[in-house]
């Protein structure tokens, strides 16, 4: 502990007075059991932080290698999604065409059942 060059010896008797009525409330015993469990917890943690390490530098190793095949396939997803619409698209086309040109081939209100029987994907569930 410093002393000011004007600390008076008064000053200095009372605070190394409080420093020793600090030191008594708790043992040295006690401290060196705190001292003992905090470095077993700082082990602990420092075991874990090198695991954690190790594995988020697999995980990202292991994402560099498959990232390229998740935008290919996602890309591909997109692609056969638009193809897929396109074509549902035509075939709506081509069933309002047959309906309107031969109305007799389909019954009342079964042209409205069967035009689009394929889920709305882009809405969720409700």
Not at 62 to 81: I, N, P
């Amino acid at each position: 502990m410093e002393k000011s060059p004007g600390a008076s010896p008064e000053a200095a008797a009372a605070a190394a007075e409080v420093a020793d009525q600090f030191r008594s409330l708790v043992s040295a015993e006690d401290v060196g059991s705190i001292k003992q469990a905090q470095h077993l917890i700082l082990g602990r943690l420092q075991d874990s932080n090198a695991v954690l390490t190790h594995f988020n530098e697999y995980s990202e190793q292991c994402f560099a290698e498959v990232s390229g095949d998740f935008a290919s396939k996602t890309r591909l997803l997109k692609s056969m999604k638009d193809d897929l619409d396109h074509i549902f698209l035509k075939l709506r086309s081509m069933k309002s065409r047959l309906a309107a040109t031969y109305p007799d081939a389909f019954p009342d209100g079964a042209m409205a059942k069967t035009m689009d029987q394929r889920p709305d994907l882009e809405n969720p569930l409700e």
